[in-house]
C-alpha cells in the first residue's frame, strides 16, 4: 500500500460535499498517509479527522471571504 503514495507526490483528492460516507477508499488512504493536507471550508471536521498526523492548512474561500490574507 505504501507503493502507492510515493514520497514527494502531490495529489489532488475531491471530497464532494464534504461527507466523509462518501469518500472513495483511496482518497480516505491518502488523507491518512498525508503529511500535509490543504483543505477548503466545505470539508468536514470528520474528513479532516482522518489525518490525525498531518499538517492540515484551510486555503479555500466562502462567500467572496478568502481565508488566507
Not at 17 to 25: C, I, K, M, Q, S
Not at 42 to 64: F, N, Q, S, T, Y
Amino acid at each position: 500500500m505504501a507503493d502507492d503514495f510515493p514520497a514527494g507526490s502531490v495529489w489532488l483528492v475531491g471530497a464532494g460535499p464534504g461527507d466523509v460516507e462518501l469518500l472513495t477508499l483511496k482518497a480516505a488512504r491518502l488523507i491518512a498517509a498525508a503529511e500535509i493536507v490543504f483543505y477548503d471550508g466545505l470539508v468536514g471536521p470528520d474528513i479532516l479527522a482522518l489525518a490525525p498526523h498531518g499538517e492540515l492548512v484551510p486555503v479555500g474561500k466562502r462567500a467572496g471571504r478568502h481565508s488566507r490574507d
